[in-house]
């Protein structure tokens, strides 16, 4: 298979809601990362997505709608997720609800749990493909299982561990945004939970629902909660974090400072999540260990140290 490049006019566009509604896989842009896309009504197609990334199939799937009224033919909203939804989407913030009897989504999907994973996305393009298809679309983000996520159309690509050749397309619609994956809400046991730090802080969702969100701390071996297996979004170099004074062989990712590999000269941890994932994978292809300057932990800071934790874990 020659994965397709397309862009987000009309023609493009087409032809990538014409693919989904064929079941094939298309990379589609987010504000937050690439999401590798199918027709979440249809388990064969949901197949597809497993099989381009190898991932493992007990992980559920997000699936991205592109209005509330969609949300609610998928799932029942609690006072606090309307609240929530009317405030947040569309934007970074995925919701764990429980599933409509008669969603029609696919059980592959859900990984057969009674609970779905829902985002409204801001993306102009990501909008214009769900409405050019018509239904909803599962989405994980669009790189191999256990690698890093992909924030531009080339990372989809990467010829070293990226998908060229494994999905049917990729829209191109140039760098993400928000470049952290959405911020995961729960309710188990009806207490509104922070699943995932990202690319909304979870400050601002506290501000909202005006209490604390628990934090999850569930088994790590457990797949019903989201980016626990260890080394979810690793490079291939050794990574020092927290790195205050840079070694000589190292690549140094800085904060609050320039350098070739800044994350943010002026130390604004927008920009720094931004441009997380594109350094990690730059660095990477350096050959040298990495180490990173210390973020700080409030608002989208929490979100980058989760991804930079992760991705310093011990690897399987
Ligand atoms: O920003 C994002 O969220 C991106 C873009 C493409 O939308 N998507 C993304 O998907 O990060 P993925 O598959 O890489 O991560 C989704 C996480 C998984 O860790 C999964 O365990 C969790 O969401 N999840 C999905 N449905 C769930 C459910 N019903 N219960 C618990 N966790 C769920
Ligand atoms: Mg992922």
């Known amino acids: 298979m020659k994965t397709l490049r397309l862009f987000p006019d009309a023609d493009g566009l087409a032809r990538a809601a014409a693919l989904l509604a064929q079941g094939a896989t298309v990379a589609m842009p987010t504000e937050t990362v690439y999401g590798l896309a199918a027709d979440a009504r249809n388990g064969e197609a949901v197949a597809r997505i497993y099989e381009a990334k ?6 559920p799937l997000i699936v991205h709608i592109p209005d509330l009224a969609s949300a609610e033919a998928i ?25 409509r009897s008669d969603a029609g989504i696919a059980a592959l999907v859900t990984a057969g749990l009674t609970t779905v994973g829902l985002r409204l996305p801001a993306d102009p393009t990501a909008r214009a493909l769900m409405r050019a298809f018509g239904g909803p679309v599962a989405a994980p983000s669009a790189n191999a299982s256990g690698r890093i996520s992909p924030t531009s159309a080339d990372h989809v690509l990467d010829p070293e561990g990226g998908l060229e050749g494994r999905i049917a397309a990729v829209l191109d ?19 509104a939970t922070l699943l995932r730090p990202g690319g909304l802080p979870a400050e601002m969702i506290e501000a909202v629902l005006d209490q604390p969100l628990a934090r999850h701390e569930g088994d790590p071996s457990a797949p019903s909660a989201p980016g626990q297996l260890t080394s979810h979004y690793a490079p291939r170099a050794l990574l020092r974090l927290n790195a205050t004074t840079p ?36 660095a990477d292809t350096l050959g040298r260990p990495i180490s990173v300057a210390p973020i700080p932990e409030q608002g989208l800071g929490a979100a980058i140290n989760d991804r930079l934790r992760r991705a310093a874990a011990p690897r399987p």
């Open 173 to 191: 619609a140039g760098p993400c945004p928000v470049g952290l994956e959405s911020t995961i809400v729960g309710w188990p046991g009806g207490r």
């Open 75 to 99: 799932a029942t909203l609690p006072d606090q997720a309307r609240l929530l939804a009317d405030r947040f989407w569309p934007g970074p913030l995925t919701m764990v609800l429980p599933l």
């Open 247 to 282: 070694e000589a062989h190292e690549t140094h990712l800085d904060f609050g400072r320039p350098g070739p590999f800044s994350l943010s000269d002026s130390g604004d941890l927008a920009q720094a999540a931004a441009r997380l994932f594109d350094l990690l994978r730059r």
């Open 54 to 59: 190898g991932r493992p199939s007990f992980n």
